[in-house]
């Protein structure tokens, strides 16, 4: 069994907190941050296992952008 480490980032939205892992792609939510770690852990873990190309994956980067609006 292999193990790596992901970046999750958590927001909230209306009622619901929403966990996306930025390297894979994964999203999931939940009502607290916690269920919504733990079911993108799950979804990441299950996309991992089905994908035939998971030890592919090329690494996402977060990065913040400065945006001019009216």
């Not at 792609?25 to 296992?49: H, P, S």
């Amino acid at each position: 069994m292999k193990t790596k480490t992901f970046t999750a980032i958590v927001y909230q939205e209306d009622d619901m907190y929403v966990a996306e892992c930025t390297e894979v792609g994964t999203v999931d939510q939940g009502a607290t941050i916690e269920e919504a770690v733990a079911n993108l852990k799950e979804a990441t873990r299950l996309y991992l296992e089905e994908c035939p190309l998971a030890d592919e994956i090329t690494p996402r980067f977060v990065t913040n952008i400065e945006v001019s609006y009216a």
